[in-house]
């Protein structure tokens, strides 16, 4: 089932390869998780295919070794050290890893988050010379991501424009997010094991000189990397370009590149980018900036600048004034709104011990004792599990810890057990600010934090945690309005949820107890799901099976809708909801097999519409419950 590039034998076996067929992992399994659907890019070292967990509505992006060099000892550790790598890294600019594994054949594959976007080299080459501000805006993305990176000593080495995705905003919004890709030539700082004496990893156009020569190289040549990527953005060329790796070196050392004025003229915000780029690129790394966080610091600056420039000169409106209704007349028609300063789901002594963890497990675990990291992190949990026990902790974490434990626990791999725990950790750490309106007590401070870590668990690719960390989450916020004199009718409804969800699928018992704890929460759910709504979902969708497509267009659906509902935007909810059953239904109106399940679902999208945001919302979410638990 190997995909080659050139070679004619199967250097595993000594079987002739064939060039009369298709790509040979199209429709396969592999590791009882990851059909493939579909070849989306290639590389140096493998193909990435999108694909659709088996077990789980949601889709992957899979890395699959070529069979060139799947057998081969030294790429197959090079392979291996790229998911270790990115084992290390959870942050919203670099691409996250949430498996790896081998085929039945041998092949090693990787699965990561599918992010559905363009290259930044497919920006550069359809927007160059792109608008100053933007290029700054993706350059500070790009050098968080890498601050991330070199914080926990892993070094890129081959950071280029095709190496960064460009996605949309998690909010829906129009706001472009960077991800880095690929950290297939990758490094830690204290690992040589895969770098030889004179080796020269990377993309020669993008390498600092240090580099090219084969020396000593850090996190700031990665730096220099990132100064050719903002020099592209901004003319679409690159700072210097030879006929081989030596004659890039010599311009280097020479810095005669062409100054970006020549392309967007001269401005303040200009001339501040070309000395950006000055220190980017300067041929002796000491002279470069000491980390990306101070190309954070220097890009936030020149765009702080920019704007109160704008401002002084009266040119500069503030978006969310340009259209808006005085504040007099905006509170008149829609009344005060309580203020609700953000606060963290996760107090921060409990994120600096799981940091410490992370910080003592990791050398362990890539020293191969993936026992005694497991060990850290289990000795770890138990005692923030304890702290909750006198109130310190925060109960949806100390849930999210629990469920973890007792999902590593039974396995036999110590490999697995340490991988369990290190994402429950990735969930925690990654949470953002909760923004919804203030707790009235406990109970709705708990539900805020359960669901800040459930929207993190989605987006980190962790499903397999969801079903029960909703359960174990209703037991405990069960008990805890039992404390509650004003929450009775809260354990009663909580009962009856966890009793109903006893035969039901692990995606159809999520949907109810998340619905069971917003009732909780008391955002403006209705006190039951309108009868239309049972009508239509109560027989269920009259196919035997659901199409990929529909699964598809379901998962990125709740992708968006999920957070969006959570955040108590429920119209934008609604209206994705409603749009990607809307795409559901065009498509299915196409074939002869799927049309029946186009009138149905058409139905169900003209009874959300007749439904106040809401309950249209509740409405399009249990037709796609239906189908998502289908086969």
Same mark, same amino acid.
């Given at each position: 089932m190997a995909a080659f $590039? /050139?070679?004619?034998?199967?250097? =595993?076996? %000594? /079987? $002739? /390869? =064939?060039v009369d067929i298709g790509d040979p992992l199209l429709g396969q399994v592999l590791g009882e998780r990851y059909r493939i659907i579909d070849r989306r890019a290639s590389g140096g070292m493998g193909q990435v295919y999108q694909a659709a967990h088996t077990r789980m509505a949601s889709v992957f992006a899979v890395k699959v070794m070529f069979g060139d060099i799947a057998y081969d000892a030294s790429m197959r550790a090079r392979f291996t050290r790229e998911a270790e790598i990115a084992s290390l890294?959870?942050?919203?600019?670099?691409?996250?890893?949430? #498996?790896f594994s081998q085929s039945d054949t041998g092949l090693l594959y990787i699965a990561m988050e599918y992010l559905d976007g363009l290259s930044l080299m497919e920006v550069v080459d359809r927007d160059a010379p792109m608008e100053p501000i933007r290029a700054l805006k993706l350059t500070r993305q790009i050098a968080r991501g890498l601050a991330h990176a070199h914080d926990r000593g892993v070094i890129h080495r081959d950071?280029?424009? !095709?190496? &960064?995705?460009? &996605?949309?905003?998690?909010? %829906?919004? #129009?706001? !472009? &997010?960077?991800?880095?890709?690929d950290f297939?030539?990758?490094?830690?700082?204290t690992d040589s094991r895969?770098?030889? +004496? %004179?080796a020269i990893l990377g993309t020669p156009l993008y390498m600092a000189p240090e580099q090219i020569t084969a020396g000593d190289v850090d996190g700031r040549a990665d730096l220099y990397a990132l100064g050719v990527t903002l020099f592209s953005m901004l003319t679409g060329q690159y700072p210097y370009i030879g006929e081989t790796i030596f004659e890039v070196a010599r311009l280097q050392r020479e810095g005669r590149r062409a100054r970006i004025t020549a392309t967007l003229g001269q401005t303040d915000l200009t001339l501040g980018i070309d000395a950006l780029l000055d220190k980017l690129l300067a041929p002796d790394a000491d002279a470069r900036f000491a980390s990306a966080r101070d190309v954070v610091n220097v890009a936030t600056e020149l765009m702080d600048n920019d704007r109160a420039r704008r401002r002084e000169r009266g040119s500069f409106v503030p978006p969310s004034l340009a259209s808006a209704p005085s504040v007099a007349t905006s509170q008149a028609s829609q009344g005060p709104a309580p203020a609700a300063p953000p606060r963290s789901p996760? #107090? !921060?002594?409990?994120?600096?011990?799981?940091?410490?963890?992370?910080?003592?497990?990791?050398?362990?675990?890539? !020293?191969g004792n993936h026992a005694g990291c497991y060990a850290i992190y289990k000795d770890v949990a138990q005692e923030i599990i304890r702290a909750r026990s006198v109130g310190i902790v925060s109960l949806a974490a100390t849930v999210r810890l629990r469920v973890a434990l007792t999902q590593a626990e039974p396995q036999e791999s110590p490999t697995l057990r340490a991988w369990i725990m290190r994402h429950a950790f990735d969930d925690l750490l990654a949470t953002e600010p909760i923004t919804r309106r203030l707790p009235r007590d406990a109970a709705d401070a708990a539900v805020d934090e359960f669901f800040a870590i459930t929207d993190r668990t989605y987006a980190l690719g962790h499903e397999d945690a969801l079903a029960p960390f909703h359960a174990g989450f209703a037991m405990s916020l069960r008990d805890l309005c039992r404390g509650i004199p004003t929450r009775t009718s809260a354990v009663d409804a909580l009962?009856?949820?966890? %009793?109903d969800i006893r035969t039901a699928p692990p995606n159809v018992a999520v949907a109810n107890l998340a619905e069971a704890f917003e009732r909780v929460r008391g955002d403006s759910v209705s006190a039951e799901i309108p009868k239309a709504v049972a009508a239509r979902t109560a027989i269920g969708p009259p196919v035997p099976r659901t199409p990929p497509f529909v699964r598809?267009? +379901? &998962?990125?659906?709740?992708r968006v809708g999920v957070p969006a509902y959570n955040q108590g935007d429920h119209a934008a909810c609604a209206r994705e909801y409603i749009r990607a059953a809307d795409h559901i239904v065009a498509e299915s109106m196409k074939f002869e097999d799927t049309h029946l399940l186009g009138s149905w679902l058409g139905g169900v999208i003209q009874t959300a519409r007749g439904c106040n945001p809401t309950d249209a919302a509740w409405t399009v979410r249990h037709a796609f419950d239906s189908l998502l638990a289908l086969p």
């Open positions: $590039q /050139t070679v004619r034998v199967c250097p =595993r076996d %000594g /079987t $002739q /390869t =064939r890294l959870q942050s919203r600019h670099i691409v996250r890893v949430v #498996d950071l280029k424009c !095709e190496n &960064v995705i460009l &996605v949309k905003d998690d909010d %829906g919004d #129009d706001e !472009e &997010v960077a991800k880095i890709l297939g030539v990758a490094r830690l700082k895969l770098t030889g +004496i %004179g996760v #107090d !921060e002594p409990l994120k600096e011990s799981l940091r410490r963890a992370i910080t003592r497990g990791a050398p362990a675990y890539n !020293e009962d009856r949820a966890l %009793g598809d267009a +379901i &998962v990125r659906a709740l």
